[in-house]
């Protein structure tokens, strides 16, 4: 029970690596507050979290507005008794329609910056504030990507807006440090998701999957350990939400395979 007693704030926790975060933190003892976009998504797992004996809550939220978050996070800790212990900005992703800045679409620029950017902005914005007023410190972890810590061709919107999330880790570390606050942003390298596996499906064609592709980057090759499965996400993330990681803030943690280090 590692995260015995704890409230913890999830975003787009309806599927992928936050649905996994949501199971595992609740049978490790954590309420979970299920802050999802998608209803039945988001209802379906807090249903099988309250199935297994733990505790959970499906709280609507769109994380690109201002009064979605709001409310969430005000209905989410009040049901577990106004506390908030762990925020886990999780919601997010590229699409296909991502390129170079010379010829992509714009709107593929702000649909990127509004899910990443100000998705995590705004939810720290609230769910920092109930930390705050419950005076018991906390642990934020945001999203990035290893695209955003290294040249990745044809990935301009979303790596802006990751590498925007990862600036942003760094001064929310700073500055509520006072608060026992700790700010930490896990950066995935390509996971073995059903999203993923889907845009591959459905996409065969597309040039990240072009090795001729003159700005093509071996992904797969580079992944020195295999490709990353969804576990290995909420094994770090665990860390970084446990008492366990209590002096560890500011920090870019990579779990790429090696990828960034080939
Ligand atoms: N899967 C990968 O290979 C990979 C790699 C690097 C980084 N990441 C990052 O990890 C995070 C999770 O990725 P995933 O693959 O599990 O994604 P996913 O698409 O499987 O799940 C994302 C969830 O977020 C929800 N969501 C979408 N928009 C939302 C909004 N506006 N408000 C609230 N919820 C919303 C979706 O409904 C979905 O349930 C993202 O931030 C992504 O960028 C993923």
Redesign the pocket.
């Known amino acids: 029970m590692r995260l015995k007693d704890k409230v913890a704030f999830i ?10 975060a949501a199971l595992r933190f609740a049978r490790e003892g954590a309420a979970v507050v299920v ?4 209803a039945a ?2 209802r379906d797992v807090a249903e099988t979290i309250v199935a297994a004996g733990g505790q959970a809550r499906y709280v609507h ?5 201002e009064a ?1 978050v709001e409310q969430a996070v005000a209905e989410g800790t009040e049901a577990f008794g106004g506390h908030l212990d762990i925020l886990y ?6 699409t296909p329609h991502d390129d170079m800045v010379t010829v992509v679409d714009m709107a593929e620029f702000w649909r990127c910056i ?3 950017l100000l ?1 995590t902005f705004l939810s720290s914005r609230f769910g920092i504030r109930q930390m705050q007023k419950a005076g018991r410190g906390g642990s934020v972890i945001n ?5 955003a810590t290294i040249g990745t061709a044809g990935r301009d919107c ?1 790596t802006a807006a ?1 590498g925007a999330v990862i600036a942003l880790t760094r001064s929310m570390a700073v500055e509520y440090a006072p608060d026992g606050i700790r700010v930490n942003c ?11 596996t889907r845009f591959q499906q459905d996409f065969p064609n597309h040039r990240i999957f072009d090795k001729k592709n003159r700005h093509h980057r071996p992904e797969v090759p580079s992944h020195l350990l295999g490709m ?1 499965e ?1 576990e290995d ?1 909420t094994h770090m993330a665990l860390f970084l939400a446990s008492d366990e990681s209590r002096r560890v803030t500011g920090r870019i943690e990579l779990v790429d395979s090696g990828a960034t280090a080939s």
Not at 35 to 38: G, K, P, V
């Open positions: 975003t787009g926790a309806g599927a992928g690596i936050g649905a996994a802050a999802e976009l998608d998504r988001g939220c769109d994380v690109t507005d979605s900005n999780n919601a997010g992703g590229s509004k899910l990443e998705g999203t990035a990507s290893y695209n979303y990751k896990i950066a995935p390298g390509v996971v073995i998701s059903p999203r993923m990353i969804i996400l």
